[in-house]
């Protein structure tokens, strides 16, 4: 641990073997029913982003983030088996948020792109809970309603295919479960986020022509478009952030900026800030 700096500390997890030791303990609580040993736990903890995600399931930090150096998939797995699912969570998932020079589209030109990061292939019910759970978030970060679009390659029936069929039920599990949602699908993307074409195309939808939050139809279409946008159409992309985990701990891309870290840190401070205050209303 080195020195405090305007209120910042630096905590070397090869160099701190007083946290070390209470960090495997935590670790090993949670993982004894997997077989894990002390010894295993005291190996783990060595681990930079097991360290940090301890460090926020023992209450020493308020959230976390990881990923410049590793993989998704990693950086997930230290989350998952630190921290842990909310309470309530069968789906977790990730939301990214995509902010656009023109700012016509979306919420003055901030969208949410759910899920491009976790799940390779939802589904009904699942794609149904990463909507739900991407409006939420996107009311959380933006202060904007959701107006959810469930993408698709037809556009209320101009296509039949089992994935269509998915993205259908899909509405119709967030239309019983949620049904205040401003929810519509399928749409294809134009048809989701252009108002002409909403209107040519599905005429009399609520959210055609006007989603401010894209829910792909699986992983390998999230991920695509988001690049896409990204890279051609030179958006700013912060996260993927993680949803359905027990505290915040989110993830970078490796081919992420000085920016997208501290885009990312902020969102988590808000992330946590947001959770404090849910726990504080509850208690009154």
């Given amino acids: 641990k080195q020195p405090a700096s305007h209120g910042v500390v630096f905590i070397d997890p090869n160099d701190s073997s007083r946290e070390s030791g209470k960090y495997a303990e935590v670790y090993f609580d949670r993982r004894r029913a997997k077989g894990i040993t002390h010894v295993e736990a005291m190996q783990v903890v060595r681990q930079p982003l097991f360290f940090?995600?301890?460090?926020?399931?023992a209450g020493d930090a308020d959230g976390a983030v990881g990923?410049?150096?590793n993989?998704?998939?990693?950086?997930f797995r230290a989350g998952i088996q630190c921290l842990g699912v909310a309470p309530g969570v069968k789906t977790v998932s990730s939301v990214n948020l995509m902010a656009v020079h023109d700012t016509s589209w979306g919420h003055h030109g901030m969208l949410g792109f759910s899920d491009c990061a976790l799940?390779?292939?939802p589904s009904s019910v699942e794609l149904a809970e990463i909507a739900m759970a991407s409006?939420?978030?996107f009311r959380a970060l933006t202060g904007a309603e959701p107006i959810v679009a469930l993408l698709s390659f037809s556009t209320k029936g101009s296509a039949k295919h089992p994935f269509v069929?998915?993205?259908?039920e899909a509405l119709r599990v967030v239309q019983a479960r949620n049904p205040n949602l401003q929810c519509d699908g399928e749409l294809q993307v134009d048809a989701a986020i252009v108002p002409s074409v909403g209107q040519s195309k599905a005429p009399g939808s609520k959210v055609a022509g006007r989603a401010n939050v894209l829910i792909f139809p699986d992983l390998e279409a999230g991920n695509i478009g988001l690049k896409l946008v990204e890279r051609l159409g030179d958006g700013v992309t912060f996260g993927p952030f993680f949803q359905g985990l027990a505290k915040p701990f989110n993830d970078l891309s490796r081919g992420c900026s000085p920016d997208d870290i501290y885009g990312t840190a902020l969102v988590t401070a808000l992330q946590a800030e947001a959770a404090r205050s849910r726990v504080t209303s509850r208690a009154y």
């Fill in 52 to 57: 940090a995600a301890l460090m926020v399931a």
């Fill in 67 to 69: 990923g410049a150096v």
């Fill in 71 to 75: 993989t998704t998939g990693e950086t």
């Fill in 119 to 121: 799940i390779v292939n």
């Fill in 135 to 137: 409006a939420e978030s």
């Fill in 165 to 168: 069929e998915k993205v259908i």
